[in-house]
T-cell receptor, first 119, second 112 residues
Framework: DARVTQTPRHKVTEMGQEVTMRCQPI?????VFWYRQTMMQGLELLAY????????DSGMPKDRFSAEMPDATLATLKIQPSEPRDSAVYFC?????????????????FGPGTRLTVL | GDSVTQMEGPVTLSEEAFLTINCTYT??????LFWYVQYPGEGLQLLLK?????DKGSNKGFEATYRKETTSFHLEKGSVQVSDSAVYFC???????????FGAGTRLFVKA
């Protein structure tokens, strides 16, 4: 069945290193979201895209985080340089918003997450 | 701005007990309302939803009714099981919008 996939599932890196997380949304979905989950802050929306265009990235620290969709099957979230406070689980989610006469859904489908640890 | 407030956890219950997790939302616009569940080590998944006032969403024995007069969407289940242990998130999304606003989550522990 269709699922959102994320790679890697786990990443341990040292402070200052670049981290790239990848997400493959469900085929045909036109919205993609990046979330960060920590015990202290809960679930935070970092950025989201519709039809590959970034709509809102106000939740993202701009100086070190960047999010892109090189094509409809791939979304990336990069952190450069990484810091220990970036340690968290990062989730990607996709959905289908109503678009050009096509039916949509309110639901977001989440991937399994990337657990990032920055030492 | 738009927000969702849900009861703090953790909630600890014995198997077969009745569950209520409270959720209230800000009354701007005409939002759709959701409950998502997150099992350990997994992403969130939709549990149920309601798109207009007085609608009742239900799934796997869980229910929630969209109450516009009290701006609430409380989650209930008549008899919980150990396998229901998870974190439950209440959420809202404005009609025509793209963003979903999530509550802080409520952790449920069910003891055998």
């Amino acid at each position: 069945d269709a699922r959102v996939t994320q790679t890697p599932r786990h990443k341990v890196t040292e402070m200052g290193q670049e981290v790239t997380m990848r997400c493959q949304p469900i085929l045909g979905h036109n919205t993609v979201f990046w979330y960060r989950q920590t015990m202290m802050q809960g679930l935070e929306l970092l950025a989201y895209f519709r039809n590959r265009a970034p709509l809102d990235d106000s939740g993202m620290p701009k100086d070190r985080f960047s999010a892109e969709m090189p094509d409809a099957t791939l979304a990336t979230l990069k952190i450069q340089p990484s810091e220990p406070r970036d340690s968290a689980v990062y989730f990607c989610a996709s959905g289908q918003s109503r678009d050009r006469g096509r039916s949509g859904t309110d639901e977001q489908f989440f991937g399994p997450g990337t657990r990032l640890t920055v030492l | 701005g738009d927000s969702v407030t849900q009861m703090e956890g953790p909630v600890t219950l014995s198997e077969e007990a009745f569950l209520t997790i409270n959720c209230t939302y800000t009354a701007t616009g005409y939002p759709s309302l959701f409950w998502y569940v997150q099992y350990p080590g997994e992403g969130l998944q939709l549990l149920l939803k309601a798109t207009k006032a007085d609608d009742k969403g239900s799934n796997k024995g869980f229910e929630a009714t969209y109450r516009k007069e009290t701006t609430s969407f409380h989650l209930e289940k008549g008899s919980v099981q150990v396998s229901d242990s998870a974190v439950y998130f209440c959420a809202r999304r404005n009609t025509g919008g793209f963003k979903t606003i999530f509550g802080a989550g409520t952790r449920l522990f069910v003891k055998a």
